[in-house]
């Protein structure tokens, strides 16, 4: 009889023993959801980092319609929080998709405490996600909510606020604090940081951005060392800003720029590329733009697909 042991990357087999490559700890795909404005869609792309010159493959659907959604998630799955459907209706929905099936429609979890959209999310990658920010219309909010993906069918719990009222806001973060970025109105170039474990308290304000921001083109971060923000509405540019976490009461610095002018996108990464999708460039684009972490002062290459133009989608990374 002959028995198999999984350990890491060890698997043991009758009693010889063959090494295996443990499983990858770095994302290998980024899914982008929803987007465009009149009518939204509930489409959801899949881009492999392996190969990112091919056009992104398109998975099942998010279970309704959404632009101006955001993503937060782990390496097994995403949640997709808040967004609007044209002209003016909001939602609370949170929906989840699963990587391994992909190409199921997602489904619906705990909702948001209220109606959102153009919030910021960021992850600790295996707990928690956080999400902060947004606006109803015309009201704009500070607050910051907490998903709990082990429990998501709960309605996410209030914690401390940003330190103000802010829409159009992007996010990036690490294991222990994230970092929620720019955003209007007005037009801000504020840098927040939560800290996880003392998410209850008032979000700490840090160094500036280079310039005031909003509806940026996405942010992404090697999980370290680093967070990029790049792209943005005010004024419309292809500038991509740097903060350093460890020093992140300085100034960001500017890095890149992207290839193009992009605004209102979302980003997905691993620990060495940045992958900025779709947005305003300055119209509606398909285009998937990459930058290198360790050549970021070159300009952006760009690399496949959308299958169609698209803005204004939510996005996350993991493995495929």
């Given at each position: 009889m002959s028995i198999t042991i999984t350990t890491g990357g060890i698997t043991?087999?009758?009693?010889?023993?063959?090494?295996?490559?443990?499983?990858?700890?770095?994302?290998?795909?980024?899914?982008?959801?929803?987007?465009?404005?009149?009518?939204?869609?509930?489409?959801?792309?899949?881009?492999?980092?392996?190969?990112?010159?091919?056009?992104?493959?398109?998975?099942?659907?998010?279970?309704?319609?959404?632009?101006s959604t955001v993503g937060v998630g782990t390496t097994t799955a995403g949640w997709f929080a808040g967004g609007a459907v044209y002209p003016s209706s909001y939602k609370s929905t949170i929906t989840r998709i699963t990587y391994a099936t992909d190409t199921a429609t997602s489904t619906d979890r705990g909702p948001l405490n209220?109606?959102?959209?153009?919030?910021?999310?960021?992850?600790?990658?295996?707990?928690?996600?956080w999400l902060g920010g947004g606006s109803t219309g015309s009201v704009y909010k500070s607050t910051v909510s907490r998903i709990t993906y082990a429990n998501d069918t709960a309605t996410p719990t209030g914690k401390g606020p940003l330190s103000l009222a802010r829409a159009t806001i992007t996010a990036t973060g690490t294991p222990s604090y994230g970092w929620f970025l720019s955003g209007a109105s007005p037009i801000t170039s504020t840098v927040d940081r939560v800290d996880y474990s003392n998410d209850t308290a008032t979000?700490?304000?840090?160094?500036?951005?280079?310039?005031?921001?909003?509806?940026?083109?996405?942010?992404?971060?090697?999980?370290?060392?680093?967070?990029?923000?790049?792209?943005?509405?005010?004024?419309?540019?292809?500038?991509?800003?740097?903060?350093?976490?460890a020093t992140d009461t300085d100034t960001a610095s500017v890095r890149g720029p992207?290839?193009?002018?992009?605004?209102?996108?979302?980003?997905?990464?691993?620990?060495?590329?940045?992958?900025?999708?779709?947005?305003?460039?300055?119209?509606?684009?398909?285009?998937?733009?990459?930058?290198?972490?360790?050549?970021?002062?070159?300009?952006?290459?760009?690399?496949?697909?959308?299958?169609?133009?698209?803005?204004?989608?939510?996005?996350?990374s993991g493995i495929q």
């Open positions: 043991m087999t009758g009693g010889g023993v063959t090494f295996t490559a443990p499983p990858p700890t770095s994302a290998t795909a980024g899914w982008y959801a929803g987007g465009a404005y009149n009518p939204a869609k509930s489409t959801v792309y899949r881009i492999t980092f392996a190969t990112d010159t091919a056009t992104a493959s398109v998975r099942g659907p998010l279970n309704a319609a959404v632009y209220i109606a959102l959209n153009t919030i910021g999310g960021t992850s600790d990658n295996t707990t928690y996600g979000a700490s304000v840090r160094g500036p951005l280079s310039g005031g921001s909003y509806y940026s083109a996405g942010a992404v971060t090697d999980s370290t060392t680093y967070g990029w923000l790049a792209g943005g509405a005010a004024p419309a540019g292809s500038t991509v800003q740097r903060i350093t976490y992207l290839a193009a002018t992009r605004n209102f996108g979302s980003a997905t990464c691993d620990t060495t590329y940045g992958w900025f999708g779709g947005g305003y460039a300055p119209s509606e684009t398909s285009s998937i733009t990459r930058i290198t972490y360790a050549t970021d002062t070159a300009t952006s290459v760009d690399r496949g697909n959308f299958p169609t133009v698209r803005a204004g989608t939510g996005s996350t």
